[in-house]
């Protein structure tokens, strides 16, 4: 599943539950309905084809604000579909960078740095060099992209809980052999009625918070929210990254 595909699930009117939800999960019930959880998500394929533009800004602590232009699309084939991730010199069709992610029902997420008319002739990212590996010089990773984190073995909701409005599914997602550079840990707050990810805090091996994800902004098209704004922070660089989407009425 796309991050793309993902957020757009989410909407902004909170869910019948209420704002009084909090409840615990065992440790068994947790782990169980975390599997269940990350199998549906993972089971999601996109409807059709689709194509959207925007702008990545980026925003380093004590530097220049960076903006570039970005497109995504998405290509959905017979037994499997691609996200692709492109991001542009700014007045200019030169590419600054190109992510291709590959999805197939019940096999792991497969990365390029190619456009999908090349992948044949090219080799996927390992996972020493997927780890860190940023977008376009941006606090957004290939891995945070292809929310490489509901894959891993390690999957448990901890509590039903309230964020922004919202009641959700807190999941912890481990992986028993983080590398050096990589995530260890992720917790996530997911939309119980949608699955879209209301927020998300990333740790490293030394249990340290790293990152921290949420959507910002969301506009009504055509009657319908749409996500407008998600922001990436790195915590230990105090860098900032914003992605702001082109919504247009149908």
């Known amino acids: 599943m796309s991050l793309r595909i993902f957020l757009l699930t989410l909407v902004l009117a909170a869910s019948a539950m209420g704002q009084g939800l909090r409840e615990r999960l065992d440790a068994e019930r947790g782990e169980r309905e975390g599997r269940e959880l990350t199998a549906e998500l993972r089971s999601r394929i996109p409807s059709c084809n689709y194509t959207n533009t925007g702008t990545l800004e980026i925003r380093p602590r004590g530097g220049d604000v960076v903006e570039l232009p970005i497109r995504f699309t998405v290509q959905v084939l ?24 590959v999805h197939q029902p019940g096999k792991p997420s497969r990365y390029y740095r190619s456009a999908p008319d ?17 977008f376009a010089g941006s606090d957004f990773w290939a891995c945070d992209l292809g929310l490489e984190f509901l894959s891993w073995p390690g999957q ?3 509590m039903k809980d309230m964020r922004s409005g919202q009641s959700c599914n807190v999941l ?50 055509d009657g319908e929210w749409q996500l407008e704004e998600m922001r990436m922070e790195d915590l230990k660089t105090r860098s900032r990254t914003t992605i702001f989407f082109d919504l247009e009425k149908k």
């Open 78 to 101: 017979e037994d499997r579909w691609l996200s692709f991730y492109e991001a542009l010199a700014p007045g200019a069709e030169d590419r600054v960078d190109r992510l291709t992610i």
């Open 156 to 158: 448990r909701v901890l």
């Open 118 to 134: 090349a992948l044949d002739q090219a080799a996927p990212l390992t996972p020493e060099t997927l780890a860190g590996l940023k």
């Open 172 to 221: 912890e997602s481990t992986t028993p052999q983080p590398l050096a550079n990589g995530y260890a840990r992720v917790v996530s707050w997911l939309d119980i009625d949608t699955g879209g990810v209301v927020f998300a805090e990333s740790y490293d091996s030394n249990q340290k918070r790293v990152k921290e994800f949420a959507p910002k902004a969301f506009k009504k098209v």
